[in-house]
C-alpha cells in the first residue's frame, strides 16, 4: 500500500466517522472558538496552517470561498475585515453563520459554489481550503474531500476577476496532490504562485502546504 493509498483510506474514514456525528463540539482554533456542527467538516492541520497567515487591516474586503464552520472568516473579522463566508454545504452556512454571530463580525454567510452567488466586487484577501483527492459526490460533505481538479479548475477560472490589482488568495494544497497540475492552472490564467509555509499533521502522516496567489 503506498502512502497516498494509506492517507485516502485515512480521509474515507474521518468522513465516514465525520457523517456519523450527532453532536456538536468545540474546536479551538487561532486564538478563538468554534462550535462545529454534524455534517460540516472540522478546522484540521490545513486550517491551523491557514489561519496563523490571515493577516488583515481594517476595512479589508475578504470572501472564505470554503468557510466549513467559519474560522478563517472569523480570523479576519476580529482584525476589522469585512465581507462574505462561502460554502456550498447548507449545513456548513448554518454552522458558520451560528459561529460568526458569536463574535458579532460583519460578515455575510451565503450558501454558493464558489463566486457564483456572490454580487460582484473585487476583493482584497479570498481564502481557499478544497479537497486533496478525486472521489464521488454522494453528499454536501463530501465536496471536503473529493473532486480536487474540477475544485482547481473552477476556482482559477474565476478568481482573477474577483481579485483587486493588489489582492492575493490564500490556498492550501496537500503535498500528496497533483502540484505540477495545480501551478499550471494558476499560470494557465494569468495568475502566480509563491509557497508561504507548509505544517505536517500532529501524526506526522500529512504535510500541507500554504500559497499566496496574486495577479
Same mark, same amino acid.
Given at each position: 500500500?503506498?502512502?497516498?493509498?494509506?492517507?485516502?483510506?485515512?480521509?474515507?474514514?474521518?468522513?465516514?466517522?465525520?457523517?456519523?456525528?450527532?453532536?456538536?463540539?468545540? #474546536?479551538?482554533?487561532?486564538?478563538?472558538? /468554534?462550535? /462545529?456542527?454534524?455534517?460540516?467538516?472540522?478546522? !484540521?492541520?490545513?486550517?491551523?496552517?491557514? /489561519? %496563523?497567515?490571515?493577516?488583515?487591516?481594517?476595512?479589508?474586503?475578504?470572501?472564505?470561498?470554503?468557510?466549513?464552520?467559519?474560522?478563517?472568516?472569523?480570523?479576519?473579522?476580529?482584525?476589522?475585515? @469585512?465581507? #462574505? !463566508? =462561502?460554502?456550498?454545504?447548507?449545513?456548513? %452556512?448554518?454552522?458558520?453563520?451560528?459561529?460568526?454571530?458569536?463574535?458579532?463580525? @460583519?460578515?455575510? /454567510?451565503?450558501?454558493?459554489?464558489?463566486?457564483?452567488?456572490?454580487?460582484?466586487?473585487?476583493?482584497?484577501?479570498?481564502?481557499?481550503?478544497?479537497?486533496?483527492? &478525486?472521489?464521488?459526490?454522494?453528499?454536501?460533505?463530501?465536496?471536503?474531500? #473529493?473532486?480536487?481538479?474540477?475544485?482547481?479548475?473552477?476556482?482559477?477560472?474565476? =478568481?482573477?476577476?474577483?481579485?483587486?490589482?493588489?489582492?492575493?488568495?490564500?490556498? %492550501?494544497?496537500?503535498?500528496?496532490?497533483?502540484? &505540477?497540475?495545480?501551478?499550471?492552472? =494558476?499560470?494557465?490564467?494569468?495568475?502566480?504562485?509563491?509557497?508561504?509555509?507548509?505544517?505536517?499533521?500532529?501524526?506526522? &502522516?500529512?504535510?500541507?502546504?500554504?500559497?499566496?496567489?496574486?495577479?
Amino acid at each position: 500500500m503506498t502512502n497516498i493509498q494509506a492517507i485516502k483510506q485515512h480521509q474515507e474514514a474521518l468522513l465516514q466517522k465525520l457523517k456519523s456525528r450527532q453532536k456538536p463540539e468545540k #474546536y479551538s482554533i487561532g486564538g478563538f472558538d /468554534v462550535m /462545529v456542527n454534524p455534517q460540516v467538516f472540522p478546522p !484540521a492541520t490545513d486550517t491551523k496552517l491557514l /489561519v %496563523v497567515h490571515v493577516r488583515c487591516q481594517k476595512g479589508d474586503r475578504i470572501i472564505d470561498l470554503t468557510t466549513g464552520s467559519g474560522s478563517l472568516a472569523i480570523a479576519a473579522g476580529l482584525q476589522g475585515a @469585512t465581507g #462574505y !463566508a =462561502v460554502d456550498i454545504n447548507p449545513d456548513a %452556512v448554518r454552522n458558520a453563520t451560528e459561529n460568526l454571530q458569536r463574535y458579532n463580525l @460583519t460578515i455575510t /454567510v451565503i450558501q454558493s459554489d464558489f463566486f457564483q452567488n456572490i454580487p460582484p466586487e473585487q476583493f482584497d484577501q479570498i481564502f481557499a481550503n478544497g479537497p486533496f483527492f &478525486e472521489g464521488d459526490i454522494n453528499d454536501p460533505l463530501d465536496h471536503a474531500c #473529493y473532486g480536487v481538479r474540477k475544485f482547481i479548475d473552477d476556482l482559477f477560472s474565476q =478568481v482573477f476577476d474577483r481579485l483587486k490589482p493588489d489582492g492575493k488568495l490564500l490556498i %492550501v494544497m496537500a503535498d500528496w496532490c497533483d502540484l &505540477e497540475y495545480f501551478e499550471k492552472t =494558476v499560470k494557465k490564467n494569468n495568475l502566480q504562485s509563491t509557497y508561504i509555509a507548509s505544517q505536517t499533521s500532529d501524526d506526522g &502522516e500529512r504535510t500541507y502546504n500554504l500559497y499566496e496567489i496574486t495577479k
